[in-house]
């Protein structure tokens, strides 16, 4: 799981970044948070296919799905790009694919938190319930991108699937977190797998922007930064056999 790919730094990271990445750890899944691919803010139709073409085989998203306006006829037409699945009934798109790899079937979805984000979305809880319910006995592996602010509510649904999720990685803060484990019952956690993109930023964006927003409170517009460059991911090992994580291992690139 590579995080969040923010802007054009972050894509050109990840294109040289991944291949590598792929053959050193004999990788059979990779996915990409490439919510912030697009200039920061979003993806679309062209950066989306620069990250598959990087290596990605699934694409998740985030608060920013739908900041591009193709994002809309994109999202039904790319089975292997997944929008949080709590957005309510009738929104473009899916939340979770079935994707063969290593000789198992991954289950693999993308759900948003609701603390601090302001959208009015459903229960990403009983969200990811209904959705095990639903593909029961269809997947081997499930891998859930959990796209969230809190700590707490990234830490509470990794406690909420363990035994159930192969996998439960936190996005959307851009920094990673050093809480990389297998949970008791065999899910592997990481509260955030970080950002790729630029690494002397604020978040990815330009720092002289948002300092400066900071100070004044006058609003701005922010732009991706330039410069040094980082990637950050997670790799877990898993057994189809059981479902569940093996082990687990933080990757951090700065260059």
């Keep these: 799981m590579v995080g969040d790919i923010c802007g054009r730094p972050g894509r050109h990271m990840l294109r040289e970044r991944l291949g590598p990445l792929r053959r050193e750890h004999s990788v059979d899944l990779a996915i990409v948070n490439g919510e912030n691919a697009a200039a920061g803010f979003g993806i679309t139709g062209p950066t989306y296919q620069e990250i598959l073409e990087a290596g990605a085989?699934?694409?998740?998203?985030?608060?920013?799905?739908?900041?591009?306006?193709?994002?809309?006829?994109?999202?039904?037409?790319?089975p292997r790009l997944l929008r949080p699945l709590n957005y309510p009934p009738g929104a473009p798109g899916r939340g979770h694919c079935i994707i063969e790899a290593g000789g198992a079937r991954v289950l693999v979805a993308n759900a948003m938190g609701r603390?601090?984000?302001?959208?009015?979305?459903?229960?990403?809880?009983?969200?990811?319930?209904?959705?095990?319910?639903?593909?029961?006995?269809?997947?081997?592996?499930?891998?859930?991108?959990?796209?969230?602010?809190?700590?707490?509510?990234k830490e509470a649904m990794g406690w909420h699937l363990d035994g159930r999720a192969t996998a439960v990685v936190g996005?959307?803060?851009?920094?990673?977190?050093?809480?990389d484990r297998v949970l008791?019952?065999?899910?592997?956690?990481?509260?955030?797998?970080?950002?790729?993109?630029?690494?002397?930023?604020?978040?990815?964006?330009?720092r002289k922007g948002v300092?400066?927003?900071?100070?004044?409170?006058?609003?701005?517009?922010?732009?991706?930064?330039?410069?040094?460059?980082?990637?950050?991911?997670?790799?877990?090992?898993?057994?189809?056999?059981?479902?569940?994580?093996?082990?687990?291992?933080?990757?951090?690139?700065?260059?």
């Design 184 to 206: 008791p019952s065999g899910t592997a956690y990481l509260t955030d797998v970080g950002m790729t993109g630029p690494s002397e930023s604020v978040l990815g964006m330009d």
């Design 57 to 78: 085989d699934v694409v998740t998203l985030g608060n920013h799905t739908f900041d591009k306006r193709e994002a809309v006829a994109l999202l039904d037409e790319e």
């Design 171 to 179: 996005t959307h803060t851009h920094i990673q977190t050093a809480d």
């Design 115 to 153: 603390v601090f984000l302001p959208m009015n979305l459903d229960c990403p809880f009983r969200g990811v319930d209904d959705l095990l319910a639903q593909e029961a006995g269809r997947y081997d592996l499930f891998f859930l991108d959990f796209h969230a602010e809190a700590t707490s509510e």
């Design 211 to 255: 300092v400066g927003r900071f100070l004044s409170q006058v609003p701005a517009r922010f732009e991706v930064a330039e410069g040094k460059r980082q990637l950050s991911a997670l790799l877990v090992d898993a057994d189809p056999s059981t479902g569940l994580a093996k082990e687990v291992q933080r990757i951090f690139i700065r260059e």
